[in-house]
């Protein structure tokens, strides 16, 4: 049965007494914890593609909040915007498993697919720790078993909606043509505030990681956007776009 996971505490404080032992007050403070934010990945064009999530949890339960999250598939604004999920609708959560790097999941049913495995694969991985997944026991799997699913720039860092200040780190892996690739930053207005090309540890058939910083200057706090992509090496044009939504401080 799926659930989000919630934990909520509530401290009174009883704020003196009468000499006659009436109570002169009693304040009520919410201590809940501040949510965690978790990374969750869905489709598009049948590449996976993050999307965050706000839980509140304790670490122990984490990996089985985030797979809780994925099983609920997109939001209607994310459907809007093209996220799709390859799990099924009334698929369910069963056993979960921590043992050293390995998770090992049961869901009902099973997902089968290259697709919704590779979501749920990605999805556990984002977590600390977790480098492996197994399904119902089976061998495990790790990321670069699903290339095929696994767009040629993937920006796993900042994630869509986040908001970022200048000099903000961009991460995530890459599979491109001798590891390159080019970004831009845009404001409101679609003006271009920053771009270079990026350069990852690997690419032509082999996917590399990288890291890079982003500098900008805007005269108030504004919505923009970080637009990777690969230049054809055949005719200049751009392949491989995706655009990530940011609020720029």
């Known amino acids: 049965m799926r659930f989000r996971v919630a ?18 007050g009693t304040t009520i403070v919410d201590t809940a914890p501040d949510p965690t934010v978790l990374t969750v990945f869905m489709l598009r064009d049948g590449k996976v593609e993050p999307v965050t999530r706000e839980v509140v949890a304790g670490s122990e339960v984490l990996p089985a909040a985030a797979l809780d999250q994925l099983l609920e598939g997109p939001t209607a604004e994310e459907a809007q915007a093209g996220l799709k999920t390859a799990i099924p609708e009334n698929a369910e ?41 197994s399904f119902g026991g089976a061998t495990p799997l790790r990321r670069r078993a699903f290339e095929n699913q696994t767009p ?85 044009s751009r392949t491989h776009e995706s655009s990530i939504p940011l609020t720029l401080r």
């Open 93 to 133: 959560r069963g056993g979960l498993e921590l043992a050293d790097d390995l998770a090992t999941v049961g869901v009902t049913p099973e997902p089968k697919t290259a697709a919704s495995r590779a979501q749920i694969v990605y999805t556990l991985t984002a977590l600390p720790n977790v480098k492996r997944v």
């Open 152 to 236: 040629a720039i993937l920006v796993e860092s900042p994630l869509p909606g986040e908001s970022v200040e200048s000099g903000f780190e961009v991460t995530g892996t890459a599979n491109t043509f001798e590891a390159t690739f080019n970004y831009e930053l845009r404001d409101e207005s679609g003006k271009v505030l920053a771009k270079d090309f990026v350069t990852a540890t690997s690419g032509s058939g082999t996917r590399g990681t990288f890291r890079f910083t982003v500098e900008y200057d805007v005269p108030s706090t504004q919505q923009g956007r970080l637009v990777v992509f690969e230049i054809s090496a055949a005719d200049g």
């Open 7 to 24: 934990f909520s505490l509530l401290l009174l404080v009883l704020v003196g007494c009468s000499g006659d032992g009436d109570s002169a």
